[in-house]
């Protein structure tokens, strides 16, 4: 079994998480919507990912809708005493599996009390703001109004840390002048680097940044310099481009997601692989590249 502490380990908040979770958003039907194809594996690849050492898993209720928390919690509840799991709140889902803004005060507490509930706990560990902005890139807008409302239920007990997903740099300096904020959930990854600076800097006040996306998303990475390291190294292009983000900051918490055991194991494999400096280095050209 892979050692995931071979990643290290890092703070969400007041909470300590190895370096290497898993994210829950496959878990649902295509496109996250309606139920998983295979009831069974589901639960089995959380119940797997968990023996194997996670102990930070991303969700949101809005992903099925509703479908991943109860996949989580009839999997895993009640749930061991070092396990984070982390949802967002921002967004509901149509009929037509569209994705739509839910923003106003009412839904975003309504959404709070909906993780609440398809969870099974009375209070949860993260909750992020995931602002719409440009659906997967952020735009410049307020977000105070909105998280207010997170740290006003905060303040309730009902949350014990608060995060961000979709982000600028302006954007958490204002959350900041508001709340606490323990994490930063936005795109990142070998060839998408416009991130760079605001990770160095989440790192230098001690809050962790999680990549989403970090293996290209609905589009999978695509490089010849990252299918030659690969090959070289006798491992798969994904694990290298998982290494390669442990590597790049310690202050890079990651939650690659998946709906087969097998990438999961493949996934979690990455813990354990280092990159030698070369390989750092020619892999570092590829966000410049444009592959």
């Known amino acids: 079994m892979t050692d995931l502490t071979k990643s290290g380990s890092f703070s969400l908040g007041d909470r300590r998480v190895t370096r290497m979770g ?157 709340a606490k904020v323990a994490c930063v959930q936005n795109h990142y990854n070998l060839a998408h680097r416009d991130d760079d600076a605001l990770i160095d800097t989440l790192g230098q006040q001690g809050i962790a940044y999680v990549p989403f996306f970090p293996l290209g998303g609905f589009t999978p990475l695509q490089s010849g310099t990252l299918s030659a390291v690969a090959e070289k190294l006798g491992v798969t292009p994904m694990q290298v481009a998982l290494a390669w983000l442990l590597a790049r900051a310690p202050n890079i918490v990651l939650i690659p997601g998946t709906s087969s055991l097998g990438h999961l194991r493949e996934n979690l494999a990455a813990a354990e692989l280092v990159l030698a400096d070369e390989v750092l280095a020619e892999l570092d050209g590829i966000g410049s590249e444009g592959e």
């Not at 089995?44 to 209720?61: K, M, P, Q």
């Not at 009640?78 to 009412?106: C, E, F, H």
């Open 22 to 178: 898993y994210g829950a958003m496959q878990l649902a039907g295509p496109g996250v919507f309606g139920p998983p194809k295979d009831h069974a594996t589901a639960l089995a690849v959380l119940r797997e990912a968990v023996a194997s050492g996670v102990n930070h898993i991303d969700t949101s209720d809005f992903y099925g809708p509703h479908v991943t928390n109860q996949l989580i919690r009839e999997a895993l509840h009640p749930y061991g005493d070092d396990l984070v799991i982390v949802t967002k709140v921002g967004a509901t889902r149509g009929a037509d599996a569209s994705w739509n803004a839910a923003q106003s005060p009412a839904e975003l507490t309504q959404a709070v009390h909906d993780n609440l509930r398809n969870l099974g706990v009375d209070v949860l560990d993260v909750v992020n703001l995931r602002i719409m902005g440009n659906i997967h890139e952020p735009s410049e807008e307020s977000i105070e109004e909105r998280f207010t409302v997170l740290a006003k239920l905060q303040q309730q007990g009902l949350i014990r840390q608060l995060g961000l997903s979709n982000v600028t740099p302006t954007q958490v300096a204002e959350a900041q002048r508001i």
